[in-house]
């Protein structure tokens, strides 16, 4: 087994509640700007500095002891990204209470799980549509006392509620709660089964966003002066973006919401709000991306577009090297060439994100090598990094100044990562969480000796970086007994502009095969330039030319295997895979067993003679 540690963080280990931070920093900074918030379809950014908000957090406090809610009952949160989730997480930690995010998109039965498995006494939502979720599976939770919406002012009413209510009954709650409370009980994506509720403490998060802001402070202060400052758009009902906002809180940044993730909805809050950082996932950068190539190419600077795209990839290569000491950096030739790029290109793809962001950090899901060294090539400092709902978010990151594109970092201050001898990543580390709600079997055979196994499969190099290479239950085994871990394939074929998802299949059988979608502009914007007509979803099933564009991006990608190991059929789909028909988690993961039930028939076609 192969293990690397890093230094534990240069601060004390974390104290008390989340909450209590948040009431520090108005006691210490009272006119910091701790959020910024605008109403829907108001594009205008209103600032709440730290004393506002913590005055806010302990109005809505009192309300919620009116409303009947105790030190350690759990509340459930349902709702989009918005500034009333902070608000409802520190109100309800400030008394003690113990949160429970439920994805806005989950179906009755999820919901009813959740609600149920937790007791949750009270259930937030966002609108009438989620009310009537919770409402249609509420007869069968006796333990559920209210529901609350936001859309009909409830943060209004419960606030009002609470008024006759002393400052002292919240801050006698709020200091009774220790570091090793529950904070939260975050449930997995779920993508091989139903999902598990994490126990998450208050200790459990504030270690890793402060190992965050421990590992990586240089890139959060690169901001010519002024406050860092990020845009929160990931779900908050993700361990990914609790973390990410916990972090912000604790670190003095400006935050701001955006409940969309959509590139529509996104773009024109990046260039109102101009965030100074961000934390994505691969999914935005590769949409940001496509567009910017497919609006090049709309306007007849498709060329110049992919040559800035490879000035830009070897700019980021040759910097890689010498921050490694492998190499003197980019030569005076590649130096003037990427600077001919920059106005003319990298400066407007800068700018569709603001303008002013410096450092990027992303997780959830693997990063192409080659899209994070071109985003990295036009002027973005890039750090991947890897974590799970297990270990409140990030357990590795890339360093600072010393990134592995492609690789997702080394262990973050205070953890370790080690590799077992059939390549399951196992994690220590504060961050770790102490086991699930109501499963000690799982509990048991996930943690050993504080060690907890992720089920992933990868491997460490001599520095201490971790590259991923899969999933452990993923594993495909073909009839003649070859093995393969089918990521390296699926990320080789989803980088041709076409290609949405990409699932491999092949258990059991005689080779390995794929299905693939497409993506729907970058298939619009490919009919037009070949001069054709828009296909009907289902054509796509037949369509030779499409076929033969396809074929070449499968065999571009068996390169990358040997021959056992290669795609040797694969099938369009009329259509992606969705959260709706329950083949993606709300985190945009694949749900591999409930995608090859539900494609049955035409993976059966692909091994028909």
């Known amino acids: 087994m192969r293990e690397f540690t890093s230094p534990a963080p240069a601060g004390p280990p974390a104290t008390g509640g989340l909450a209590d931070s948040l009431y520090d920093t108005a006691e210490r900074t009272s006119g910091l700007i701790q959020l910024a918030r605008r109403a829907e379809g108001d594009p205008q950014w209103h600032e709440v500095t730290a004393t506002a908000f913590r005055d806010e957090v302990l109005a809505l406090a009192k309300g919620l002891l009116t409303r009947g809610i105790r030190y350690g009952d759990r509340v459930a949160l349902m709702s989009r990204t918005r ?20 994805y806005p998109t989950a179906a009755p039965e999820q919901v009813r799980w959740i609600l149920a498995e937790t007791q949750a006494v009270a259930c937030l939502v966002e609108d009438e549509d989620h009310a009537m979720t919770v409402g249609a599976v509420c007869d069968a939770l006796p333990d559920l006392t209210g529901i609350w919406q936001l859309d009909r002012g409830c943060v209004a009413s419960i606030t009002e509620d609470g008024r006759g209510v002393p400052d002292s009954l919240v801050h006698r709650q709020r200091l009774g709660v220790s570091a090793e409370n529950v904070a939260t009980v975050v449930y997995t994506s779920g993508t091989t089964g139903r999902p598990k509720g994490c126990l998450l403490t208050h200790a459990n998060l504030a270690s890793a966003a402060d190992a965050l802001l421990d590992g990586w402070a240089e890139v959060f202060a690169d901001t010519g002066g002024g406050q ?77 577009f992919e ?159 971790l590259t991923l ?101 694969f099938r369009l789909l009329p259509r992606e895979f969705g959260i709706d028909q329950g083949l993606m988690t709300p985190s945009l993961k694949l749900r591999r067993s409930a995608i090859t039930e539900y494609y049955r028939p035409d993976i059966e076609e692909l091994y028909t003679p």
């Open 83 to 102: 500034y009333e989730w902070t608000l409802f997480d520190y109100a309800l930690w400030s008394i003690g209470a113990i949160t429970v995010p439920i």
């Open 307 to 465: 040559q800035a795209r490879q000035v830009a990839v070897e700019w980021a290569t040759a910097r890689e090297q010498r921050a490694l000491g492998d190499g003197p950096g980019p030569g005076p030739r590649l130096r003037l060439r990427h600077l001919a790029y920059e106005r003319t290109v990298y400066q407007r793809l800068r700018a569709v994100l603001g303008g002013r962001v410096r450092g990027v950090m992303c997780g959830g899901s693997t990063l192409n090598r080659d899209l994070a060294l071109f985003f990295s090539g036009i002027g973005l400092s890039l750090y991947e990094g890897y974590g799970l709902t297990e270990t409140s978010a990030a357990i590795t990151a890339n360093p600072a100044g010393r990134q592995k594109l492609g690789t997702v970092g080394r262990p973050v201050p205070g953890a370790s990562v080690a590799v077992a001898d059939d390549g399951e990543v196992w994690v220590r580390g504060a961050g770790v969480f102490g086991g699930y709600l109501n499963h000690p079997e799982c509990t048991e055979e996930s943690l050993y000796d504080g060690w907890f196994g992720t089920g992933d499969l990868g491997r460490l190099d001599e520095d201490g970086y």
């Open 469 to 569: 290479t899969g999933r452990k239950k993923d594993l495909i085994v073909t009839s003649s007994g070859k093995n393969l871990a089918p990521a390296t394939l699926e990320e080789r074929v989803q980088s041709h502009p076409l290609v949405s998802q990409c699932l491999v299949v092949g258990d059991d059988r005689p080779y390995v095969a794929a299905l693939i979608t497409l993506d729907p502009p970058a298939l619009a914007h490919w009919l037009k330039s070949h001069g054709r007509e828009q296909l009907d979803p289902w054509a796509v099933l037949s369509d030779e030319q499409l076929h033969a564009e396809i074929q070449r991006a499968v065999a571009a990608a068996n390169t990358a295997v040997s021959r056992a190991e290669s795609i040797r059929a």
């Open 228 to 304: 860092p400052s990020t845009l929160l758009f990931l779900p908050l009902a993700h361990v990914y973006g609790r973390t990410v906002q916990i972090a912000a809180i604790r670190g003095g940044f400006r935050i701001g919401h955006i409940p969309e993730v959509s590139t529509e909805a996104l773009l024109p809050a990046l260039a109102s709000y101009r965030p100074t950082f961000l934390h994505l996932v691969p999914y935005v950068f590769d949409k940001v991306f496509q567009q910017a190539r497919r609006a090049a190419e709309e306007a007849g600077r498709g060329e110049l």
